[in-house]
């Protein structure tokens, strides 16, 4: 036996060992990164798609601030325009937004939203939760007109604008627009003025026929749902609010902000929308 095999000079064994290390260290330095990289995809892969639908006098950048919220916390998050033409037709619209989401998904709606996303999730075995922002949940035969003023206190009526447009089928249908000097008060009195004028500009019309268009689907009945109610809510009284909360037997939370409560307490409805999904997903 050669023993200059058997015994090598310390000089080596040290070269040797720092090229291990070396070499481990180039591997760490590759490897955490694209093992980080993996944690947050699989992270985002695993929480439910958020899809926010905007009512009527807003459009999808009421959510906003929502969505920077909901994005920062890892979920994937759609907002998509609501047509606001009617009950049936905008709820089929979102219901093929839905179809286009692999996972679950928890469905939020803010308003006439709200009336849209009970129908709209039904018969969607990938909804897991319905959360409502200061709006209306009708039951079967419901409209959302009939359930505003079902409970004093709404004064949206007085500050209404009607224009009329032409139907594809040759009828004149009438759009509601909030006027924009009524707009701050009504709508979003806890907004400032500087961002209240601009969302009186962008606002969304909603037809007065989707208003009156009864429900014919009513998936709270089968879905968990989660309800934010605004107490300071000059559109949906806040009694017909709890009144809709309460017949859905929902998670309820009451805070005290104005009808437009995505805008001005976007982290208050980004908390309840994550209370449903840390739900759904134990």
Excluded: C
Aim: glycine share 6%; charged share 15%.
């Amino acid at each position: 036996m050669n023993p200059k095999t058997v015994f090598r000079s310390p000089r080596t064994s040290v070269a040797v060992l720092g090229a291990v290390v070396g070499v481990s260290a180039l591997t760490l330095a590759f490897t955490a990164p694209a093992n980080a990289a993996k944690a947050e995809q699989h992270t985002r892969q695993t929480k439910p798609t958020v899809v926010l639908v905007h009512g009527a006098f807003a459009d999808a950048s009421s959510w906003n601030g929502v969505v920077k919220r909901l994005e920062h916390d890892g979920y994937p998050v759609i907002a998509p325009a609501d047509p606001l033409r009617g009950l049936a037709d905008d709820s089929a619209y979102i219901h093929s937004v839905l179809a286009s989401v692999r996972g679950p998904v928890i469905l939020v709606g803010h308003s006439y939203g709200g009336a849209v996303i009970s129908q709209a999730a039904t018969g969607d075995p990938n909804v897991k939760a319905l959360v409502y922002i200061a709006a209306f949940a009708p039951d079967k035969g419901e409209s959302a007109l009939e359930l505003s003023n079902k409970f004093p206190g709404s004064t949206l009526a007085s500050t209404l604008s009607s224009v009329p447009y032409p139907g594809s089928d040759g009828t004149t249908g009438t759009d509601l627009y909030i006027k924009a000097d009524k707009f701050h008060d009504q709508f979003a009195a806890d907004v400032p003025t500087s961002v209240t004028d601009l969302m009186a500009a962008t606002q969304r019309p909603v037809a007065a026929s989707a208003l009156e268009e009864k429900a014919t689907t009513t998936a709270w009945k089968t879905i968990p749902s989660w309800d934010l109610i605004t107490t300071e809510d000059k559109n949906i009284p806040p009694a017909a609010q709890r009144f809709m909360a309460h017949r859905a037997h929902a998670h309820t939370t009451e805070i005290s902000a104005s009808h437009a409560v995505s805008v001005s307490r976007p982290t208050a409805v980004t908390r309840i929308i994550e209370q449903a999904a840390d739900a759904i997903v134990r």
